[in-house]
């Protein structure tokens, strides 16, 4: 595994140098007052206070005595998500603290971009040495702990969806799962190859079983009281479409397409790292979808876990056949709450882009909590309707259900339709995300991002009963 940046806060020190973040109207009264001696500098070189627009302060023996940066309007900070960490990146190393009129919530967000902006993926560049990067003392009124595990955790999930797959298969991948095991004393089982199938996990050994590199099921627990929360996330380590091969394009990104495991487990690090009293188990179904002579075959009809046959009109639709399996056996412990969490559908993408992280539930109370949890996370999520009426397009009449009907129309509403009818029990979310930022944006580089992961994080003192809890 590549290795991640330590993340920290500042201690407050006498060479602790203050951004001063403006809005377009502060800036007069600030041009007025305690930056009046810049005043002639910070007009001459046009600043305006534009989001994530920066300028240093001279000292007068010629160094850099702080920094002011632009907060910018409402629009534009509703338009960009940790705009100020723009800011951040042109700032010399050192320590610094935040001045300014924030509200809380504004200066957890900022001191959370100031965090995720550390992050660097430099693996495969060793003999490039990563600038120093500046630090900032915590601001008031934010949890530094919390934004810690925050970005501990998106390291984590970033790192693992960065890794190509020669490097993170599903071996790799189970080595990371119980590394995150051991760092808190959680309980492991790990069930590879043939054994699925002894242990009747049809669907997970079909899948993977192309592949040189045994298909396995990773299980983790962890924690003795509280109430009972199950995540489940799809780790397919690279995806071909199988049989029904992808083309050259649609397979370039598919190192990503185990993003739903690497985001559960940066929940789950983030939830054990804060010591949250909950019952958590995280289980991952990690496979290759290859081809081989022992590829499964369209048209093939396995029959799963639950005892649900399912025709597999399409090999490319394979991370919701071994979600199934997984969805199965989570229900079997009977968890109170259970999510899915997968890179699962392209119609997801074209419905709501790569920034936002689509989520089903049938329960409106997780639906208002999962939304709250968004906003105080900053992790725009946006929910999708299980429309019952698509329930017939998943029967295929051959078999109980379909895993690629040719609908045409809704692949990430009838994907997330065919995984609920693997859930019996709990309360259910499942989330179709991206897992991947295209292009560079403050506080997240092009490549691997979490998505979801916050929102549940924020939202889960709502979602499982733990009121008062933070």
């Known amino acids: 595994m590549p290795s991640s940046p330590t993340f920290a806060f500042a201690a407050p020190s006498p060479a602790t140098r203050t951004l001063h973040v403006l809005r377009p109207g502060d800036l007069p009264d600030f041009l007025a007052g305690p930056g009046a001696s810049w005043a002639g500098w910070l007009t ?34 509703r338009r960009l998500r940790f705009g100020l960490a723009k800011a951040v990146t042109g700032l010399p190393a050192g320590d610094w603290s935040l001045a300014g009129k924030l509200d809380v919530p504004e200066r957890t967000e900022a001191a959370l971009a100031w965090l ?11 003999g490039k040495t990563p600038a120093t990067a500046p630090r900032l003392v915590c601001p008031e009124g934010v949890d530094p702990a919390r934004l810690i595990a925050m970005a501990e955790a998106e390291a984590l999930t970033r790192d693992l969806i960065n890794t190509p797959a020669e490097d993170m298969g599903p071996a790799e991948l189970e080595a990371a799962f119980l590394a995150l095991a051991a760092d808190f004393g959680a309980k492991t089982e790990v069930i590879r190859g043939d054994d699925l199938l002894a242990r009747n996990f049809p669907l997970i050994h079909a899948v993977g079983r192309a592949s040189p590199r045994a298909p396995r099921l990773l299980d983790l627990r962890w924690g003795g009281k509280g109430p009972t929360l199950t995540l489940v996330g799809k780790g397919v380590c690279f995806d071909t479409g199988g049989l029904n091969l992808k ?18 487990m940066g929940l789950a690090r983030m939830i054990m790292a804060l010591q949250l009293p909950v019952q958590l188990r995280v289980l991952v179904p990690a496979v290759e979808n290859l081809v081989s002579g022992t590829a499964i075959k369209p048209k093939d009809i396995v029959t799963s876990r639950k005892g649900l046959t399912v025709e597999v009109n399409d090999t490319d639709a394979e991370g919701r056949l071994i979600l199934a399996d997984a969805l199965a056996y ?18 997801a993408r074209v419905a709501v882009g790569p920034d936002l992280a689509p989520f089903y539930t049938d ?10 949890g968004a906003k105080a996370g900053f992790d725009p999520v946006w929910r999708m ?77 709502a979602i499982i009963g733990l009121q008062g809890r933070r």
């Open 363 to 372: 329960d409106a109370g997780l639906a208002a909590a999962l939304e709250a």
């Open 385 to 461: 309707p299980f429309h019952d009426a698509y329930e017939a397009v998943i029967e295929p009449g051959i078999a109980d259900l379909d895993n690629a009907p040719g609908f045409g129309f809704a692949g990430s509403i009838t994907a997330a339709l065919f995984l609920r009818r693997f859930v019996d029990g709990p309360r259910y979310m499942h989330f179709d995300i991206y897992g991947h930022t295209p292009a560079d944006q403050p506080a997240r580089p092009k490549g691997g991002v979490g998505q979801g992961a916050r929102a549940l994080l924020e939202g889960l003192p």
């Open 44 to 77: 001459a070189t046009g600043f305006e206070a534009g989001l994530g627009e920066l300028r240093l302060l001279p000292s007068a023996d010629g160094g850099v005595a702080g920094a002011v940066a632009g907060y910018g309007s409402a629009q534009a900070r």
């Open 247 to 264: 083309p050259s394009s649609g397979m370039s990104l598919m190192k990503k397409d185990m993003g739903g495991a690497a985001t559960v």
């Open 116 to 126: 995720f902006s550390g992050y660097r993926f430099d693996r495969y560049r060793p």
């Open 330 to 347: 989570a229900c079997e412990d009977k968890p109170e709450v259970l999510v899915s969490m997968a890179t699962l559908t392209g119609a």
